[in-house]
């Protein structure tokens, strides 16, 4: 079973969000999510400066399989983007957490989001 | 719609398979990573489990000329031993299923449809076999199919089977079979499969195939064999240029749209068959938009469903695409315009609302080296 890790938060739509309020908010994808999308070939990041916007699209992540949306966990302005996971998308299946972190965000608004508990159980992972 | 499981379910549970519905069938998608499946067939081996698809024998004193009358091809031709590729067409020239038939001989055949359409074909046949001295047979639900695909292939099998029927596994020609022993099964082996790699597909019955399976796992883990679920076998057919019925293929597309017109035997069959007005006629007025290999020249891969642009008008559609895992770049099947689907045509395809370049290609996308 896919690992939840337990000192994140989570969105309903698979993005984690380490907010430890000190400087920009790192966000990634969780193990779930990697787990049921396959292998994944590509990831699409919004650019640095811009602004992404809690629960709306910022970016997609294709596997051999599928391709899926990528959405913001919160609002705020994107500080950098973890270029490593676009030249070499299987780090986010190998480590989702760590290596394969996908932007890093300051965060203005978050939007609703899960603990690590909450979202495991939805979604069947272990904690 | 009831969901069926092969009598290899608890393997694949055992293994970790995650698990998806293929035609009203349970089977594994992937046991770990579909790519690490792909590859492994492409270098060293691959064990699937094919027991979704259909059997269905006809025997009988005329059922060469039944199947000639029922399928597009001349399957009364076949020697005994070999197997054929053909088509189950209705009246109208749609595809009902594409198939393999096996000759064992003048009075005795093996039609292999796919999973989702077996009872239909089996229904067919029946129905179509109404005025020949044939008995039709549907074997499915209690045949196994266990394919056995790569390069090391033929080792694997032949540390399973005994010196004195060696030849009977190393002889085999492509689309040809024997009757065989291996690792204690009575097995029908054919030389043939869907991953453009050297390989075999096992028919046996549902009994022995968790026996069977567990064999060639075993004497297959040092040529670095690995279970390999639907995921990869998308994959690999889709490099080889393979059609799957579903995407490729449908009652609304005719024969020589899909490029398998020299499947239609409109000149070496003298009889009617099922079909054969419509595809005369088909033949004649020609395709508007035939099926073709698009390469995406970009990092983006085209999925079935996707429409194909020039000049930003649809002249087409994506039937199937993903990044190809062998060639590293992106290939789909689709259906284009005939006057767009020449070799070296370049083409868009709509991604989600970006158009990426692609270019017409030669089929398959991938070729071993013999």
Known sequence: MAKVAAELKYSAEHEWIAADGSGPSVVGVSAVAAEALGDIVYVDLPEVGSTVTAGETCGEIESTKSVSDLYSPVTGEVTEVNDDVVSDPAVINNDPYGAGWLFKVTVSEEGPLLSAQEYAEANGGEL | ?370
């Open chain 2, 1 to 370: 719609m009831t969901e069926n499981y092969t009598a290899l379910y608890e393997e694949h549970k055992k293994l970790g398979a995650s698990f998806t519905d293929f035609g009203g069938w349970q089977m594994p998608l992937k046991y770990s990573s579909e790519l690490a499946e792909h590859h492994a067939v492409r270098k060293a081996a691959g064990l699937f489990d094919l027991s979704h698809m259909g059997e269905v024998w006809v025997t009988g004193p005329e059922a060469g000329a039944f199947l000639d009358y029922a399928l597009v091809g001349k399957l009364s031709a076949i020697a005994d031993g070999k197997a054929k590729y053909s088509l189950i067409c209705n009246e109208d020239g749609g595809i009902i299923d594409d198939l393999i038939t096996y000759r064992f001989g003048g009075e005795k055949y093996l039609v292999v449809p796919n999973a989702g359409n077996a009872p239909t074909v089996a229904a067919a046949l029946a129905e179509r076999a109404a005025n020949f001295d044939v008995t039709v047979e549907d074997a499915s639900a209690a045949t196994s199919l266990v394919a056995v695909q790569g390069p090391k292939a033929e080792a694997i099998l032949l540390k399973l089977t005994d010196e004195s029927q060696h030849a009977l596994v190393t002889d085999l020609k492509y689309y040809a079979f024997n009757e065989l022993t291996i690792a204690g099964q009575d097995v029908i082996l054919a030389r043939t499969g869907y991953t453009g790699e050297d390989g075999f597909e096992l028919f046996l019955p549902n009994e022995g195939a968790a026996s069977l399976w567990e064999s060639v796992a075993q004497a297959g883990e040092e040529f670095g064999i690995v279970p390999c679920g639907l995921a990869s076998r998308d994959s690999l057919r889709l490099e080889a240029g393979m059609p799957l019925y579903g995407n490729e293929l449908s009652l609304e597309r005719s024969p020589f749209d899909a490029g398998l017109g020299p499947v239609v035997a409109l000149k070496s069959k003298e009889g009617g068959f099922v079909g054969r007005a419509a595809l005369e006629a088909a033949k004649v007025s020609g395709s508007k938009r035939k099926l073709v290999g698009l390469k995406g020249l970009g990092r983006r891969a085209g999925r079935g469903g996707y429409p194909v642009l020039k000049d930003g008008n649809v002249v087409g559609e994506v039937t199937s695409g993903q990044p190809s895992p062998t060639l590293g770049y992106p290939v789909a099947l689709a259906y284009v315009d005939v006057e767009h689907a020449e070799l070296g045509t370049a083409l868009d395809v709509d991604l989600r609302g970006k158009a990426e370049p692609f270019e017409v290609v030669a089929l398959p996308f991938y070729k071993r080296q013999k």
